[in-house]
């Protein structure tokens, strides 16, 4: 049954992945369906009641627009608190990993609202690995080496991977060892990327990678015909080819315990 549930979230993975390839966008059908059906499907496996009603709440958390603020104060303390009456240290790393992932979203570091959620979605779904993996988790570490937690590890160094021919290219142009790369404004508008230049007092500065789209504006009143860029990675891609590594072999992690 668990496996079952790891080839369907593979599937609606899959279809996220298409989507954020095509528009840098996923709907969030895809990850509200990632999580009631994973959930169901673990409560189906494990039978654990209060695992079920800590995920909806974290569910309804996510993707109900009426809880923000301190609107989602008391949710946020009855999901933990259900899940943390489990007393199954797999079920505790699921709020935890919740709010870490959400945090990161909100201090930058995942870039996209639908990197987070996927994330969040695949920690609620499935706080534990299959027992099929050839790579099998080592504990205690393996409590904290969540299937959600070696997905973005996995992520994140497949991601690396795939920037190195351009930053390889970069440097043979004379740009340095970088993955941003000069573009014309008109061009750049159109593209997948962010602009890591801005325009003040008539320079040129360097800013973080910003969806500010007044930036090409205030480039193109300055004068400016270009902008130096970086590509917008569709980071649900390698979160998927991580989701149904870390699920069907196993995290690597293991190894280095």
Same mark, same amino acid.
């Given at each position: 049954m668990y496996g079952l549930s790891v080839a369907l979230c593979s599937f609606i993975l899959l279809t996220a992945s298409i989507q954020d390839w095509k528009k840098r966008e996923v709907d969030d059908l895809c990850w509200i369906a990632l999580c009631i059906l994973?959930?169901?499907m673990l409560f189906i496996y494990d039978g654990n009641v209060l695992a079920l009603i800590g995920n909806v709440i974290l569910t309804a958390l996510l993707f109900s627009e009426q809880l923000s603020g301190w609107l989602a104060v008391p949710p946020a303390i009855a999901a933990s608190s259900c899940l943390i009456l489990t007393f199954d240290p797999h079920y505790m790393m699921i709020p935890i990993m919740f709010f870490s992932f959400f945090g990161m979203y909100c201090s930058g570091i995942l870039k996209g609202g639908a990197d987070a959620k996927a994330l969040i979605s695949i920690s609620m779904? @499935? /706080?534990?690995?299959?027992?099929?993996?050839?790579?099998?988790?080592? @504990? /205690?570490a393996g409590y904290v080496f969540c299937p959600s937690f070696c997905t973005l590890m996995m992520s994140l160094v497949l991601t690396l991977i795939s920037a190195v021919p351009l930053a390889l290219r970069n440097m043979m142009n004379g740009n340095g060892l970088s993955i941003s790369r000069t573009m014309d404004l008109d061009e750049a508008e159109r593209s997948f990327v962010w602009p890591v230049e801005d325009a003040k007092d008539g320079l040129k500065v360097r800013i973080r990678p910003d969806d500010d789209s007044g930036v090409y504006g205030r480039l193109r009143n300055a004068g400016f015909k270009d902008v130096r860029v970086t590509w917008k990675i569709p980071f649900i891609i390698p979160v998927t080819a991580s989701f149904i590594m870390t699920m069907s072999v196993g995290s690597p992690l293991f190894l280095l315990i």
């Open positions: 994973g959930s169901a779904a @499935f /706080p534990f690995f299959p027992e099929c993996t050839i790579i099998g988790p080592v @504990f /205690p």
